[in-house]
């Protein structure tokens, strides 16, 4: 079957270290993926999207990673805030003829100071 | 910053009636979605409308659902003959052109809705 998976355990970090969230799919070939920040009771913001052809994408602190061999998304939260405390979700575009954002679970991130 | 708005923020409806929720997606912007999110549970795809017209849509979204943009800025999810599993909460988002995955979508801030 489909799925895509991402750590249902918070993710707890100290202010200043480098968070990693991972995002795993299973029977999709996807064209794109996303990556989103939720806070509760909000809705998603968009934060990077990566190609299938694409193995990095970077913004501020923020970098993302796409191998389709291992069929992961990495995302990297670099020099980490309390601020950046929130939910982040992964997103799949199951393929070029889709407008569908196919969502995982999220992982929450805490950071303390 | 341009922003996709909704209302109700909150509804609370008995089971068996219909609700209208409305959003005005970003002026500009010319592929409109709907999804929801159960209490707990992923964001879930319902539809997605371009040209005055259903794009796409999911298993979810059957005969309860319509979508309708009945004048320039505004579109609405109509939930016909509510149940109680359809309590969640629901984001409408808009995205500027192409596939989604050319661009980011918009997520406004959700209305949430409450079936008793």
């Known amino acids: 079957s489909q799925k895509i998976e991402q750590n249902s355990e918070a993710l707890n970090i100290q202010e200043g270290k480098t968070a990693t969230l991972t995002c795993n799919y299973t029977n999709y070939s996807p064209a794109y993926l996303q990556w989103y920040r939720q806070d509760p009771g909000r809705g998603p913001v968009f934060l990077l999207l990566?190609?299938?052809?694409?193995k990095e994408k970077r913004k501020e602190r923020l970098k993302v990673t796409f191998d389709t061999t291992l069929k992961q998304s990495l995302f990297h939260i670099t020099a980490s805030q309390p601020a950046d405390s929130a939910t982040y979700l992964c997103?799949?575009?199951?393929?070029?003829?889709?407008?569908?954002?196919?969502f995982g679970t999220g992982t929450r991130l805490q950071v303390f100071p | 910053e341009p922003e996709v708005t909704q209302t109700p923020s909150h509804q609370v409806t008995q089971m068996g009636q219909e609700v209208i929720l409305r959003c005005v997606p970003i002026s500009n912007h010319l592929y409109f979605y709907w999804y929801r999110q159960i209490l707990g549970q992923k964001v879930e795809f319902l539809v997605s409308?371009?040209?005055?017209?259903?794009?796409?849509k999911s298993e979810i979204f059957d005969d309860q659902f319509s979508v309708e943009r009945p004048d320039g800025s505004n579109f609405t999810l109509k939930i016909r003959s509510t149940k109680l599993e359809d309590s969640a909460m629901y984001f409408c988002?808009?995205?500027?052109?192409?596939?989604?995955?050319?661009?980011?979508?918009?997520f406004g801030e959700g209305s949430r809705l409450t079936v008793l």
């Open positions: 990566i190609r299938e052809n694409e």
């Open positions: 409308f371009y040209n005055n017209e259903i794009s796409e």
């Open positions: 988002a808009s995205s500027e052109g192409g596939s989604v995955g050319w661009g980011e979508l918009f």
């Open positions: 997103a799949l575009v199951a393929s070029y003829n889709t407008d569908k954002l196919i």
